[in-house]
Structure formats: structure tokens, C-alpha cells
């Protein structure tokens, strides 16, 4: 994924992430989007898996999710596509990933600063990671409902 947007985006772009020093895990930074028909690239790092025992790994996705949503507020952008932050080469197990994904989304969007933001876009590259959304999404519509 990373790839592709930066061959998009054209040489510009990197050139601007050189300039953010890296980005650790759980956090995010912002650049523009240069070639790419949206005007930011919010550049988060998800946790590699190890098997969450201490719950680390789950903490560290939702912050990625959370401070990515937090500089889109920062930057105005009103519309925020995912993909599915770590479930790579990262190693994170697809359902859990999503779970985790619609929690730390739909907490910030039933948050304070959840007004600024009028659409989050999850993108899935593999017919399992959607269905993985789709039911995390219907188990959190479920939940909200009871």
C-alpha cells in the first residue's frame, strides 16, 4: 500500500516523509498529497504481532487509528479512508485487526471532536478482510443497540 501511494503521489511526497523523521508506532504525522487527488497522506505505523498477551498490540493499533483521525481534525480533512492498518506483512489477525479498527473509529466519532469528521472509508485489498469489517461493524451496531 505504502508503495503505491508514494509512486502516485510522485517524488514529492517522499521527500516530505524524510522530513518527518519516521513516525512510531501507534502515532501519526501528515503531509500533503502532491499527485494524489486527496490533499493529505496521514502516515501511520500499526504494531507488528506477537500474540497481544498484554494487550499492547491492540492498544497500539487503536492509537494508530485514534491519532490518525485526530490529524485529519488537525489538517480539516472531512473525509478519512483506511486500510487495514497492520493485517500485512505486520502479521496482526484480520478479525481481530477489525474489531479493534471499528472500536477506536467509532469511539472517536462518538467523541468530541467525532462532529469534524463527515466519513471514514474502510478500504479492504482481500474479500476476508472485509467480511472481517462487515462483522466487526454489525457485532459493534449490535452492542450500541442492546
Known sequence: MDGAIHRAAGPALLDECR??????????????????????????????????????????LASAYRRSL???????????????????????????????????????LDGDRGGAIDEVRLVCFSKESADCHIAALAAWSAYRAS
Open 19 to 60: 522530513k518527518l523523521r519516521g513516525c512510531g508506532t501507534g502515532d501519526a504525522k501528515t503531509t500533503r498529497g502532491y499527485m494524489l487527488p486527496a490533499k493529505w497522506v496521514i502516515h501511520t505505523v500499526g504494531p507488528v504481532w506477537y500474540g497481544n498477551k498484554d494487550g499492547e498490540e491492540e492498544r497500539l
Open 70 to 108: 485526530e490529524e485529519a481534525v488537525r489538517v480539516g480533512a472531512r473525509t478519512v479512508a483506511f486500510p487495514a492498518i497492520s493485517t500485512g506483512v505486520y502479521g496482526y489477525p484480520k478479525d481481530e485487526a477489525a474489531k479493534t479498527a471499528i472500536e477506536a473509529i467509532m469511539a472517536f
